[in-house]
């Protein structure tokens, strides 16, 4: 059994235990229900929550594929309807709200989650300009993180990933980490739509690449023409790309050294979280591509994860001159849903200065 399996299983009885009285004040905000029946849709909600998700890791079928995208969605909106009860008990102990302003209330959320579903699932390009001393002319990177292909983002995302990397003006593209969600099992030709893409495309694993197994997930790339640096690194033009792996079973301080830096080249490395940033831009690296954080995702997790994360998303520059660059990814883990945050693919134009 999976680690993720494992991991969802655990949760899924206190994942029940807060929907029970969740949908239970909802239900007593506008006239209450038998606990009979609220028992029967929680005993679904809770077996929706992981039993599709056994049949996806043998086989995806479009059935499983919708019924965890159910999932997804319903644990969104009881995010959004648990604020709006701790709103409506905070106001109600001053004054008295009509049913109708209630009403309203709890209609935000659906309303909301069109907005939200309409976001995570609009592809669009953000620039960033990095300048660097030592580049020997302009080159134009696509960085993407975190696709989470899987049940709630299928073939699909992999398609729009290839249409607008093919009307970019880039030379390069970098995938850090995450490209598989690790919920749903990776066939061979998954990812074929990307083996058309009009540049070189590079990976380094990131943790929910291993979930469902690492190997099917580099087969799948290699099969589509995607150079994987797992732990290794390559030269193109100007550039020493250093790809470093990362997964939660090997979370220390990577032991690197500087015979991974070539000093007459721009050296960048590609790492999925934001982390150590200090120790590789003072070994010599002059970029550091990331995702792993989605920038939070959706409101109100955007500022938790300002909080969590030093580098939540974005582009920083240090008194080195060094760069990193966190990217908000492409995909969305768990819930298909965005506020705040771009599904984003982002053109980092690479600046020669003096």
């Known amino acids: 059994m999976s680690s993720r399996i494992n991991k969802v299983m655990f949760i899924t009885p206190f994942y029940m235990l807060f929907e029970f009285f969740l949908l239970k004040y909802i239900f007593l905000l506008v006239g209450g229900i038998e606990d009979g029946y609220l028992l029967i849709l929680t005993l679904f909600i809770g077996l929706n929550h992981f039993v599709p998700m056994f049949f996806e890791l043998k086989k995806s079928r479009a059935l499983t594929r919708f019924l965890m995208a159910v999932d997804g969605l319903w644990m969104w909106a009881s995010v959004m309807f648990f604020i709006d009860i701790v709103i409506i008990y905070i106001v109600g102990r001053f004054i008295t709200l009509p049913i109708e302003v209630i009403f309203i209330l709890l209609a935000i959320v659906p309303v909301l989650g069109i907005y939200n579903y309409w976001k995570a699932h609009n592809l669009v390009v953000n620039e960033k300009t990095l300048e660097l001393t030592n580049l020997k002319r302009d080159i134009n990177i696509a960085h993407l993180s975190d696709v989470h292909f899987g049940p709630i983002r299928h073939k699909k995302i992999i398609s729009d990933i290839h249409d607008k990397l093919n009307d970019l003006d880039c030379e390069l593209a970098i995938i850090s980490g995450d490209l598989a969600d690790g919920s749903s099992v990776v066939e061979e030709d998954d990812l074929m739509a990307l083996k058309d893409v009009k540049m070189p495309v590079l990976f380094t694993p990131g943790n929910h690449d291993f979930y469902h197994g690492i190997e099917s997930v580099i087969n799948a790339c290699k099969k589509a023409g995607i150079t994987v640096l797992d732990n290794q690194s390559m030269q193109y033009e100007c550039l020493n790309i250093h790809g470093q792996t990362f997964s939660f079973d090997d979370r220390d301080e990577p032991e690197l050294d500087e015979s991974v830096i070539m000093d007459d080249m721009v050296n960048i490395i590609i790492y999925h979280p934001p982390y150590f940033w200090e ?76």
Do not use: A
Request: hydrophobic share 35%; aromatic share 14%.
């Open 279 to 354: 120790k590789f831009s003072s070994l010599g690296f002059d970029v550091q591509l990331s995702g792993h954080t989605h920038g939070g995702q959706f409101y109100p997790v955007v500022w938790i994860g300002d909080l969590i994360f030093k580098y939540n998303k974005g582009l920083f520059k240090n008194d080195l001159g060094k760069y990193i660059h966190v990217t908000t990814g492409v995909g969305s883990m768990g819930t298909p849903m965005r506020w705040g945050t771009d599904s984003e693919i982002v053109v980092l134009r690479l600046k020669k200065v003096q």
